[in-house]
């Protein structure tokens, strides 16, 4: 089922080379653009009366991503989730952003991929994926398309050369195994010694892509968090061998050089984690949030934000420096935490 999409917004959408996968998509910049803006959020219900996508517009960011939870549906059916789809792309806020110079990509977490909490076995996985392409206005007859339609999954690349940027998309849900409840209260799951996340296509795409010796900065998108192994919600350190499995690759990747840092949502707070050279950017939510959360994080190294948020990557390269800073957007645009990632 595709969107009713207007003449109108399939103008721009024709002039933009959207991320293709395992081919890798490059984005050039002009050789004078040093300066890159990436917004990313999470956790957006369609039906709240409020959002946050005239401030991301007002930020004019070269990309914003997606990083989970687009939307809520009521009920966890094809039906349901085609509309709340249908309800959020169609709103003036969204089609302003829809409609601006930003590329818009991302990826499903659990609510928008049509199961709470849901992997490998959920039984409308495939319309899920269906339904978000549209929604991210994917052409499923384009190259990306057919691409994205015969692998295990959603997963995304995309270069960046004049900025020696990387960014992969990872789909945590589609080849993950099923959580193991837990009998502890308060406690919703526990580690798994066996399963997986990722499939092992899906891994294999990953080391191809940070193969390259050309790439200086990686960002990783993960609907779920990596670092952060304190909370018993989903979560990497719900299956310890993936975890310990990826933090071994980007650490490999950090001592050759490679700027290491993933992009994370699904908590309904924000938070910025580190370990070693490894940096986590929480971004969530963009209406969905726990006013208050208050839980423990040894590897938190930034304020916890309880308030509807988004962030924005601020990206430029020097003739002899490249700095990246982080700065949290809350409404009416206010900056509610900025720091340097260093």
Known sequence: MRFQFSAHHFLPIALIVFFFLQSCATYPQNEEHTKLQIAFGSCSNQERDFDLFHEVVAGKPDYFIWLGDMVYPKEYTVSSLTAAYEKQYSKPSYAQLRNSPTKIFGIYDDHDYGQNDGGKNNPIKEEARLLMMDFLDIDKASAQGKTM????????????????????????????????????????????????????????????????????????????????????????????????????????????????????????????????????????????????????NPLRVSPMITEPNFAVLHIEKAKNSFQISLEYIGKGSQKLYHTELK
């Open 149 to 296: 339609l015969a692998q295990k999954g959603a997963y995304q690349r995309v270069q960046i050369p004049e900025l020696s940027l990387g960014i992969y998309i990872l789909d945590t849900r589609w080849s993950r195994s099923d959580l193991t409840p837990s009998s502890v209260q308060g406690q919703r799951y526990q580690s798994s010694t066996t399963g997986a996340i990722l499939s092992d296509e899906q891994w294999q795409d990953f080391e191809e892509f940070t193969s390259s010796d050309s790439m200086k900065t990686l960002l990783l998108v993960s609907s779920i968090q990596l670092l952060n192994d304190s909370h018993h919600f989903e979560k990497w350190g719900n299956f310890p061998q993936e975890r310990e499995k990826m933090i071994a690759k980007l650490e490999r990747l950090a001592s050759r050089g490679v700027k290491i840092i993933v992009l994370s949502g699904d908590r309904h707070f924000s938070e910025i984690s580190q370990k070693g050279g490894i940096i986590e950017v929480t971004s969530s939510g963009m209406t969905e949030v726990y006013t208050l959360a208050n839980e423990p």
